[in-house]
């Protein structure tokens, strides 16, 4: 069974603040691929990034930043200088085989992004 | 282009009816997806359909649940004698490649009184 838990249920900070949304998963295997999701107040999920479990190199677009350690079974999303429109509900989550041979996707329960101007 | 697409975007009914909801997802994605999701809860999988293939249905909770998938576009969840417990924000997302990166429709939020 695979498993993504988001500790932090919510997150308030002022605008321009770094802020660190934290994914931990779980899974038995060894080839998965990792996601993440943007959910704002208007409800249409959005993809932002995509990784397979064989590249931990981090990646950088803009203002958004990720950390994948397999050490630590983690898959760290950084927001740099936030502003008012990062304010969301961001989702991780982790797309491995299913018993049924399908790759069904395991969301975490999400992280609530506020951000206060 | 067009995104996915969900219809009613909203759905009052009455406990232990029928309610059918409708995606028509990105032209070309051959997979297809539904999710539930219940306040400050995250996506809970329900179906998921890939071309001609038979459906992976390990998600849904219970036979009042089905789900299917005409043409290899058009979908349609069906909720048999509706529950309270079922309210939520029943969402449908699409992909064309593996492992898929889906893209999801506005949702249609239902609620059994």
């Known amino acids: 069974a695979q498993k993504v838990t988001q500790a932090q249920t919510e997150i308030s900070v002022v605008e321009k603040e770094d802020v660190t949304l934290d994914c931990v998963y779980e899974?038995?295997?060894?080839?998965?691929?990792l996601f993440w999701y943007k959910q704002p107040p208007s409800g249409e999920l959005v993809f932002l990034i995509r990784?397979?479990?064989?590249?931990?190199q981090n990646e950088i677009s803009g203002r958004y930043s990720w950390n994948f350690q397999k050490s630590t079974s983690s898959f760290n999303f950084t927001i740099t200088a936030s502003q008012v429109v990062d304010s969301a509900v961001y989702f991780c989550?982790?797309?491995?085989?299913?018993?049924?041979?399908?790759?069904?996707?395991?969301f975490g329960r999400g992280t609530s992004l506020i951000v206060h101007p | 282009g067009a995104g996915v697409s969900q219809s009613p975007s909203n759905k009052v009914t009455e406990k232990g009816k029928d309610v059918e909801l409708r995606c028509d997802p990105i032209?070309?994605?051959?997979?297809l997806y539904w999710y539930r999701q219940s306040l400050g809860q995250g996506l809970e999988f329900l179906i998921y359909?890939?071309?001609?293939?038979?459906?992976?249905k390990s998600g849904l909770p219970s036979d009042r649940f089905s789900a299917e998938r005409t043409g290899g576009s058009v979908s349609t969840l069906t909720i048999q004698r509706t529950q309270q417990e079922d309210s939520a924000v029943y969402l449908c997302?699409?992909?064309?490649?593996?492992?898929?990166?889906?893209?999801f429709g506005p949702g249609t939020r239902l609620t059994v009184l």
């Open positions: 032209s070309g994605h051959t997979a």
């Open positions: 990784r397979n479990s064989f590249d931990e």
């Open positions: 997302a699409s992909s064309t490649d593996r492992p898929h990166t889906q893209y």
């Open positions: 359909f890939q071309g001609n293939s038979a459906p992976d």
């Open positions: 899974t038995r295997d060894t080839t998965y691929y």
């Open positions: 989550a982790l797309s491995g085989l299913s018993s049924g041979g399908s790759y069904i996707p395991t």
